[in-house]
């Protein structure tokens, strides 16, 4: 008899940011390791792309923006019974803190912060997070290291960070698993819009391991979705390529 303890088999899975990136990535990847996923995002005709890479089955596509009340609670409301959540909506913006507008600060804790934590509040409203599930929120290397030009960025991955721990514990009599993964530079349309402003065969030169895939944080998450990660909560695991400690 085959032992799998990263199967998602059998197990029903929320993936926001779904139409780029890490987010479109995880999908995929959760799909093919058996998993029925709901995948969400703001950009419609990019989520069906994401859908159409999947191997097929039961999956749905909820097109909605996580900063919006009435579509973050309409997603929610559709989801139905879940036994994982991968928060992968997000985005990043370079402006020094002595430049950075209070609209800029807004817009960013909005998307990456409050969006994820108000839909995990309204899923457990509804008991809709299966005891003994998992939810997952994908921060930053920023948020752990001073990276000059993103302190509003690393602010919003740093207060995940520390949500997550006390989430965890007001979970713990339903063995719901709360946890956090913190990659650095992964070859994605953020890190596009980077390019744009450093240059990055400079930076890969920090990475010994050189920079990430979408696909290693989607592996990454693969662990913490499924039962092979049954005895981890509260924490967050950094992926660097060897970043921090080089």
Not at 60 to 78: N, W
Not at 144 to 163: E, N, R
Not at 203 to 211: H, I, S, T, V
Request: with cysteine; charged share 20%.
């Amino acid at each position: 008899m085959n032992f799998n303890p990263f199967s998602l088999e059998g197990k029903r899975v929320l993936v926001t940011g779904a139409s780029s990136g890490i987010g479109r990535q995880t999908a995929i990847t959760f799909s093919k390791m058996g998993a029925t996923l709901v995948i969400s995002g703001r950009n419609e005709a990019r989520l069906d792309e994401t859908l159409a890479a999947m191997p097929a089955g039961e999956h749905v596509a909820i097109p909605a923006d996580v900063t919006s009340k009435e579509q973050r609670d309409g997603l929610a409301d559709q989801c139905g019974a879940l036994h994982g959540v991968v928060h992968c909506a997000g985005a990043s913006a370079l402006a020094p803190i002595r430049m950075a507008s209070e609209k800029h600060l807004r817009e960013l804790f909005t998307l990456n912060y409050d969006g994820p934590i108000l839909l995990t509040q309204r899923l457990l409203q509804r008991k809709s997070i299966q005891n003994s599930g998992s939810i997952l929120f994908i921060a930053s290397i920023a948020a752990h290291i001073g990276v000059p030009g993103v302190g509003v960025y690393s602010g919003t991955k740093a207060a995940l960070l520390a949500t997550v721990r006390c989430l965890a514990m007001e979970l713990i009599k339903s063995k719901i698993r709360v946890n956090c993964l913190s990659p650095a530079l992964v070859e994605s349309p953020l890190l596009e819009m980077m390019a744009q402003h450093v240059s990055l065969e400079e930076k890969a030169r920090d990475y010994p391991l050189g920079l990430g895939k979408p696909e290693d944080v989607a592996n990454a998450a693969v662990y913490f979705i499924s039962d092979a990660s049954r005895w981890v909560t509260g924490t967050t695991l950094i992926m660097d390529g060897g970043l921090t400690i080089s």
